[in-house]
T-cell receptor, first 114, second 113 residues
Framework: RKEVEQDPGPFNVPEGATVAFNCTYSNSASQSFFWYRQDCRKEPKLLMS???SGNEDGRFTAQLNRASQYISLLIRDSKLSDSATYLC???????????????FGKGTKLSVKP | DAGVTQSPTHLIKTRGQQVTLRCSPKSGHDTVSWYQQALGQGPQFIFQ???????QRGNFPDRFSGHQFPNYSSELNVNALLLGDSALYLC????????????FGDGTRLSIL
C-alpha cells in the first residue's frame, strides 16, 4: 500500500464549480498534514496546512480524519487560476523536533474550464 | 528576502557521468532537504541536512550524496548517472527547531541522455 494515495484525476470542472479531493495515508504515526499546489513544471507551493479541527482559507477548506487516516480539500467557486496539480503531503516527523521528510502523494490534476 | 534558490535550472548529462546540484536556503532557515520528482509522480525525499550532517535519508542508493556548508547552503551529488535519474530535483528549506512548512526552490531539471 502506498504511503499517501490520491486519485490522480484529471478533474475537469467548469468555472464556479465546487470540487473535492481526497487522500489517504498509511502511517498512523503521521504528525503533520498539508496540501501543496504545483503548476506545470514549477515547484510545489504550500496551499494550506491541515488540522484535526478542520481549517478554511477563503474558498479552500481542508479536513483531517485521523481515525480514518483521511485528508480532504474542498475548493468552492473554482477559478481558471485554480488549474494545477494538488499534492497531498504527510510528515512522519523527524529527528530532534525537525519537520522531517515529507511524503507526497502523486497529486490530483484539476482543470477548470471557462 | 530571498527564497530558496537552486542552480543550475536545467542540466543535460550522459549515462555514467557525475552531477552536482546546488541550493541556497531561504533566509533564516538552517535545514535543507532534497527531493526527486520524476514525471507524473510526486516528489520523493532523498535526504535532509542540518548542522552540516545528513540527518535523515530516503530510499535512494549511495550514488546520491550531499553536503551542507557552514552558511547552510547545500549540494546534491549524483554519481554514475542512469537514465532513470532524469527528473526535477527540488530543494526545500526549513528551520530545524520548528514545525513550519518547508519552502521549495524552483528545482533543477536534469536530463540524462
Amino acid at each position: 500500500r502506498k504511503e499517501v494515495e490520491q486519485d490522480p484525476g484529471p478533474f475537469n470542472v467548469p468555472e464556479g464549480a465546487t470540487v473535492a479531493f481526497n487522500c489517504t495515508y498509511s502511517n498512523s504515526a503521521s504528525q503533520s498534514f498539508f496540501w501543496y499546489r504545483q503548476d506545470c513544471r514549477k515547484e510545489p507551493k504550500l496551499l494550506m496546512s491541515v488540522y484535526s479541527s478542520g481549517n478554511e482559507d477563503g474558498r479552500f477548506t481542508a479536513q483531517l480524519n485521523r481515525a480514518s487516516q483521511y485528508i480532504s480539500l474542498l475548493i468552492r467557486d473554482s477559478k481558471l487560476s485554480d488549474s494545477a496539480t494538488y499534492l497531498c503531503v504527510v510528515n512522519i516527523g523527524g529527528y530532534g523536533g525537525s519537520q522531517g521528510n515529507l511524503i507526497f502523494g502523486k497529486g490530483t490534476k484539476l482543470s477548470v474550464k471557462p | 528576502d530571498a527564497g530558496v534558490t537552486q542552480s543550475p535550472t536545467h542540466l543535460i548529462k550522459t549515462r555514467g557521468q557525475q552531477v552536482t546540484l546546488r541550493c541556497s536556503p531561504k533566509s533564516g532557515h538552517d535545514t535543507v532537504s532534497w527531493y526527486q520528482q520524476a514525471l507524473g509522480q510526486g516528489p520523493q525525499f532523498i535526504f535532509q541536512y542540518y548542522e552540516e550532517e545528513e540527518r535523515q535519508r530516503g530510499n535512494f542508493p549511495d550514488r546520491f550524496s550531499g553536503h551542507q556548508f557552514p552558511n547552510y547552503s547545500s549540494e546534491l551529488n549524483v554519481n554514475a548517472l542512469l537514465l532513470g535519474d532524469s527528473a526535477l530535483y527540488l530543494c526545500a528549506s526549513s528551520s530545524y527547531m520548528t514545525t513550519q512548512p518547508q519552502h521549495f526552490g524552483d528545482g533543477t531539471r536534469l536530463s540524462i541522455l
